[in-house]
């Protein structure tokens, strides 16, 4: 494991590390046990999904945090209408705005329909 986590051409760069660490144990907190179970739930015929949200919100978020755990739900439930980002331009919010009826109609479809 320390092989797939260590970036050895900065092993000592503090930043680095703490990137990697986040990487190991977010993907022993989610990642690793949604594909455990999705293979379970496959073996056995039941439909399965996998939701992979990568939109990092800079205005709530330090660069270093990422993209993280329900941050989605930003989107989906869309405070981005609420234009409560007041460092971002109009036309940045817009495009938040944008993105957040994206997500909205994606959720609504896959809840109707699968």
Known sequence: MIFEYTDWTNETNQ???????????SDALFKAP????????????IE??????????SSDTPSWAGVFHGVDRIYVF???FLKYNKSATEAEQDVEITFSKQIISK???????G
């Open 34 to 45: 949604a594909v455990r179970s999705a293979k379970v739930f496959a073996k056995h015929n």
């Open 107 to 113: 959720w609504s479809s896959f809840a109707k329909n």
């Open 78 to 80: 869309g405070k981005p």
């Open 15 to 25: 930043k680095v590390m703490r990137q990697k660490y986040m990487d190991v144990i």
């Open 48 to 57: 399965t999904y996998f939701y992979s949200f990568d939109h990092f919100v």
